[in-house]
């Protein structure tokens, strides 16, 4: 254990699908050390979480408290913390308890009945965003596998909706027709003017995609040019159906690296401007916050 991580006082934890991250963490939200691992929720079976927690932690204070956000509170995992329902604050329902981990404290995710909706994850970064940008109004987008648009007000998320326009891309571009025309090439020109024809002509959506197969085929259209293309008509629809949302508001996109950068270039062709907030960042805020709600609550 390094000498830093002996003087945490509590333990951060981001568990996705796919993932683990932890940060051991100082009383003030400073992160003293960090780990991660491939041992996500939809790897594990119930008594596996424990063990994937103490091998990912290893080292660290095993007697502080934790407390984690993500799937891991989905009903297949480790312990469900049910859903708050909107509006309310990102932080709204109270953390569930681990049976078999006492010291384990999971943030609840959100839930929307009309049009049915749900969130475990993204609701710790935008509380995160909201710790860190005191009074912010305005539309969260949170690109990922299930994009997130987010209308947030008065410190509440007031709705939301989900587009799966990530695992879209990645069943097209891995398991359809389309996957014998893309290389891994991108081109931003491409990409651009393929955002304005998606958001233009959503309707147009299925057609549009089979071009990205006829085209190279016919020798029409370069295919160093598919991948851009095929991400910008995928994201343009999910912007020409998000209008309502993101249209004359203020816009954070809240994630990391290229595909962030990709939706706030998407919003810029259009005329809105986003300020881009770091995922990883946003989650350890919020989880700090969820730490100090949970304090006062003991």
């Not at 509006?87 to 010291?103: F, I, K, S, Y």
């Not at 326009?165 to 931003?188: A, P, V, Y």
Request: charged share 20%; with cysteine.
């Amino acid at each position: 254990m390094s000498d830093a991580a002996q003087n945490a006082a509590w333990i951060a934890v981001d568990w996705g699908t796919t993932h683990l991250r932890a940060w051991a963490m100082a009383e003030s939200g400073t992160v003293l050390a960090e780990t991660a691992s491939d041992d996500g929720m939809g790897g594990l079976g119930r008594v596996e979480f424990g063990p994937a927690l103490a091998r990912v932690t290893t080292g660290w204070p095993g007697e502080v408290p934790i407390i984690a956000c993500g799937m891991v509170g989905s009903r297949q995992g480790w312990a469900e913390a049910p859903y708050a329902a909107v509006p309310c604050p990102p932080l709204a329902g109270t953390l569930a308890r681990v049976p078999d981990a006492p010291r384990v404290r999971i943030v609840p995710g959100l839930k929307q009945a009309a049009p049915p909706d749900v969130m475990r994850g993204e609701e710790t970064q935008i509380a995160g965003f909201l710790a860190l940008n005191p009074g912010w109004d305005g539309v969260a987008c949170l690109p990922g596998t299930h994009a997130k648009w987010v209308q947030i007000s008065a410190g509440e998320v007031v709705s939301f909706r989900t587009f799966l326009t990530g695992e879209l891309f990645g069943l097209l571009s891995d398991h359809s027709i389309l996957r014998h025309s893309l290389t891994e090439d991108w081109d931003e020109a491409s990409f651009a003017a393929a955002v304005g024809e998606g958001l233009a002509r959503p309707e147009r959506l299925a057609a549009s995609l089979f071009t990205l197969r006829a085209g190279p085929l016919l020798g029409l259209t370069d295919p160093a040019a598919g991948r851009a293309r095929l991400s910008g008509l995928l994201i343009g629809a999910e912007l020409a159906a998000a209008r309502p949302y993101w249209l004359g508001q203020q816009i954070a996109v809240i994630g990391e690296g290229a595909l962030a950068r990709t939706y706030a270039a998407a919003l810029d062709t259009q005329g809105a401007p986003a300020t881009l907030a770091d995922g990883s960042a946003m989650v350890r805020a919020g989880l700090t916050a969820a730490w100090r709600q949970e304090k006062e609550r003991i």
